[in-house]
């Protein structure tokens, strides 16, 4: 009902194509993340799909409306928080928020009970009435979140949500966005170079390279993607021989880190048998201290399939179990 | 109109805000005081002062319609404040009436506050009925294609700078040829042209031959208001269609 789609959407400037040929689907209820290096198109999606800026080509759906026909009803059931805001400085926090309630044509009483309870959730009830020319950057940064939220969105699309905003206010903000993805089934859609953040807050996960999307899954759907599904992480004491030994190991290892006291080396292989590995080890008498399986985070993946000259050494990227029509995008060149 | 209301707010209500105000009504006296005492400036029949209070009034009216209206979109798209407005549900001809209605407001509060002067300026003459009401309509409807063009424009330009600055040259570029060209300059065949299609020409030719000619009635005038407000209908087309859409691409 509330979901988000693009098809074929394209943004072109000039002959520079800023987006191309995007094609997702972002279901009802989702908390999905766009990532992508800086200049990807994450911020020129978001427009489009918001209805601030046109599309060149394609078509969105948000909450069921097409916006190309219906921007108003979309307006009425969407919050953005866009990348930079400007705010009226003169105004009070609690000015701003109503002056935006009334143009979202919320009446009166109701509006001054949804913005006292907003500025207590971003945590500004405090700063309620102090001139916004005085607040810091990471508190105009709430305020832009409660005006994103004024008219009790259905869904919220957040570009950056969390930037400028001190560790504990990224994490309140998050809880904030939860409980609303939670109680309210409030579909979100977020643009954020935190990938950690990311990686534990959001359920979808789409990667914008070049104004194209390389990946879209659940965090497991992308390691499945860069083959990093399975790797191991094995300690063992420093000893002479150890390193020479493991030069001529039967799996595919890279020493990680030496100390004076232990070796960590990485077993990256899909195939591995853990039986296997536990008999070499014992066969070459290392002495293990630690063993364990890592998964590839975001950052990683990030950096493998955002990197230049990932494309050509690589298979072609698939994602088998991705809910999206866009599965088996192919990076672009 | 949420949005006129803060715009209204904004320049009338508050001290800052309403300076403009103070500085107009001291304009006026400062004219009218002159018109009145000056030895050679009193000679001139009260028709002529009635005549050259008028002007002042309408210049300053286009002046404040052109700066205002073009700045109050800009200001915006500068601040960044335009994005969220874009993202309400009102339709963005609806943000730029709103804008233009705001101007047209402020012009009415200084017509306004003009209206003692005419009538203290036109005392003893059956000239002050005339003089309020043209002034008010050829005023009105200037303000209102000055305010529809400049916002058109600062929709496009979208720094404040640039689109102020044009506005400024549009009101100079229709009130110079009347304010300062030589008569002579005026009565050739180009500077003719110039003026039968110039709205403000029409304007001061207008106020001349009611305030000084006598002859009041509308359809004496009536080669004068058309022109007018053909002018006046085809700035506000033009502003119907660009405010339409507004693209935030360089915001
Ligand atoms: N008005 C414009 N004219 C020309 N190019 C533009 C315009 N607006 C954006 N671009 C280009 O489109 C590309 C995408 O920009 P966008 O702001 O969407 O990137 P982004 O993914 O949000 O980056 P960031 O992480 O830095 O916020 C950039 O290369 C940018 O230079
Ligand atoms: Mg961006």
Request: hydrophobic share 30%; glycine share 6%.
């Given at each position: 009902m509330y979901g988000i789609s693009a098809i074929a959407l394209e943004k072109t400037y000039g002959s520079f194509r800023?987006?191309?040929?995007l094609t997702f689907n972002v279901k009802s209820g989702d908390i999905f993340g766009l990532i992508g290096p800086n200049g990807a198109g994450k911020t020129t999606t978001m427009r489009m799909l918001c209805g601030t800026l046109s599309p060149t080509a394609g078509k969105t759906i948000v909450g069921g409306f097409d916006i190309a026909k219906e921007s108003i009803k979309i307006k009425t059931i969407i919050g953005f928080l866009p990348e930079s805001t400007g705010f009226y400085?003169?105004?009070?926090g609690e000015e701003y928020l109503y002056y935006f309630a009334r143009l979202y044509n919320i009446k009166e009483p109701i509006a001054r009970k949804n913005i006292r309870d907003l500025l207590d959730r971003v945590g500004l009830a405090a700063k309620?009435?102090?001139?916004?020319?005085?607040?810091?950057r990471g508190m105009k940064q709430r305020l832009a979140l409660a005006r994103a939220m004024i008219n009790d969105p259905k869904i919220l699309f957040l570009d950056e949500p969390t930037l400028g905003m001190d560790p504990r206010g990224q994490q309140e903000i998050q809880k904030m966005l939860l409980d609303l993805n939670h109680e309210k089934g409030v579909t979100i859609f977020l643009s954020s170079h935190a990938l950690t953040d990311v990686s534990t807050f959001c359920n979808q996960i789409g990667i914008l390279n070049r104004g194209r999307l390389i990946a879209h899954g659940s965090l497991n759907d992308l390691r499945k993607l860069v083959n990093g599904s399975t790797r191991i992480l094995v300690r063992i004491l420093n000893t002479q021989e150890a390193i020479s030994k493991l030069s001529r190991s039967p799996f595919n290892n890279t020493i990680d880190k030496v100390t004076e006291e232990s070796v960590d080396f990485i077993i990256s292989d899909d195939n591995i048998e853990f039986n296997q590995l536990v008999d070499w080890i014992r066969k070459e008498n290392f002495k293990l201290t630690e063993l364990r399986q890592i998964k590839m985070n975001l950052d990683e993946i990030f950096l493998r399939l955002t990197n230049p000259t990932y494309d050509k050494h690589s298979t072609p990227v698939t994602i088998?179990?991705?809910?999206?029509?866009?599965?088996?995008q192919t990076p672009s060149k | 109109m949420i949005i006129y209301r803060l715009e209204i707010s904004g320049s009338i209500y508050s001290w800052r805000g309403a300076a403009w105000i103070i500085t107009a009504a001291s304009i006026f006296s400062l004219v009218a005081y002159l018109l009145l005492t000056d030895k050679e400036l009193s000679l001139l029949d009260q028709g002529e002062m009635l005549f050259t209070f008028s002007e002042v009034i309408i210049v300053l009216g286009l002046v404040m319609s052109g700066i205002n209206s073009s700045s109050s979109i800009s200001t915006e798209i500068e601040a960044g404040t335009f994005e969220c407005l874009l993202l309400t549900p009102i339709k963005h001809v609806q943000i730029a009436i709103q804008k233009m209605l705001s101007t047209v407001t402020i012009w009415i509060v200084l017509y306004l506050i003009s209206i003692p002067y005419l009538i203290v300026l036109a005392?003893?003459?059956?000239l002050a009925i005339s003089a309020i009401l043209y002034v008010g309509l050829y005023g009105t409807l200037l303000s209102i294609a000055i305010s529809t063009i400049s916002i058109a424009l600062s929709w496009m330009l979208k720094t404040s700078k640039n689109s102020i600055m044009v506005a400024l040259m549009i009101v100079l570029l229709l009130s110079a040829p009347s304010l300062f060209f030589a008569t002579s300059l005026r009565k050739t065949d180009f500077g003719i042209m110039l003026e039968n299609i110039n709205p403000f020409s029409h304007t001061i030719n207008s106020l001349d031959s009611v305030l000084?000619?006598?002859?009041?009635a509308v359809y004496e005038q009536f080669t004068h208001i058309w022109p007018v407000l053909v002018f006046t209908i085809i700035c506000s087309i033009i502003f119907l269609t660009f405010t339409r859409k507004f693209e935030v691409k360089m915001l």
């Open positions: 800023a987006v191309d040929s400085n003169w105004m009070n309620a009435f102090a001139p916004i020319a005085y607040y810091s088998k179990k991705s809910p999206s029509p866009q599965v088996g | 005392n003893g003459t059956n000084v000619d006598n002859q009041q």
